[in-house]
Structures are given as structure tokens and as C-alpha cells.
């Protein structure tokens, strides 16, 4: 499985940006997707997660009532919409495939990762 993440670019505070990440690959559909962030100087981490069927989401609570994570499994698509964007949102966005059909918090069980989106928010 490949991914493609794009979508990143400059938004101003309070704005929306949607970053998608297109998947290669028949079995995209039976995997947990994630978006995880990394900032300057800090660690990666999730920012939001879909398990395969789309009935089941997480949402760091940073970014719990303004991100919207989805997904089109006939399209092999994943879609993080961004709304009321904080200058703290600012990095690079990954989006990142789990093999267990449901999705893991933590990093490390994610088995094929997108190349990353750079998000820059401007106060």
C-alpha cells in the first residue's frame, strides 16, 4: 500500500484547510487509517483515526470539534477537514495505514505512512 497525502498548505486562524490521502492498493479498505502531526521541535502524534468501516473515530482532544476525519473506501480516499485552525495547528500532517482493520493510538502499529503535508497556520 502506498499513500499520497496532499492538500496542506498556508490558512490563516480560523480558517479550513482538507488534506486528503489518496491509497494504492485492493485491501485500503479493510485498514484503520490515522492522521498524525508532527510540529518543530516535537514528537508525532495522532491527530485523528477511522477504523475500516468508518463507524468508529478518535480525535486527539486538541483538535476534538474542529477536525472531521472520513473516509470514501470506493475511492481509496482519506479526508481530514480542518475547521476554526489555530497557529498551534501548524505541521506536518502524515496519514498512515493500520492492518488491523481497526485503528491503534499509538504510532508504532501504523505499518505504511504517507509522505507528509506541511500545514502552516498564520495568526
Known amino acids: 500500500v502506498q499513500l499520497q497525502a496532499s492538500g496542506g498548505g498556508l490558512g490563516q486562524a480560523g480558517g479550513s484547510l482538507r488534506l486528503s490521502c489518496a491509497a494504492s492498493g485492493r485491501t485500503f479498505s479493510r485498514y484503520g487509517m490515522g492522521w498524525f502531526r508532527q510540529a518543530p521541535g516535537k514528537e508525532r502524534a495522532i491527530v485523528a483515526a477511522?477504523?475500516?468501516?468508518?463507524?468508529?473515530?478518535y480525535y486527539a482532544d486538541s483538535v476534538k470539534g474542529r477536525f472531521t476525519i472520513s473516509r470514501d473506501n470506493a475511492k481509496n480516499m482519506v479526508y481530514l477537514q480542518m475547521n476554526n485552525l489555530k497557529p498551534e495547528d501548524t505541521a506536518v500532517y502524515y496519514c498512515?495505514?493500520?492492518?488491523?482493520?481497526?485503528?491503534?493510538?499509538?504510532?508504532?502499529?501504523?505499518?505504511?505512512w504517507g509522505q507528509g503535508t506541511l500545514v502552516t497556520v498564520s495568526s
Open positions: 498512515a495505514a493500520d492492518t488491523s482493520g481497526s485503528y491503534s493510538l499509538r504510532l508504532n502499529e501504523y505499518t505504511y
Open positions: 477511522i477504523a475500516w468501516s468508518g463507524g468508529s473515530t
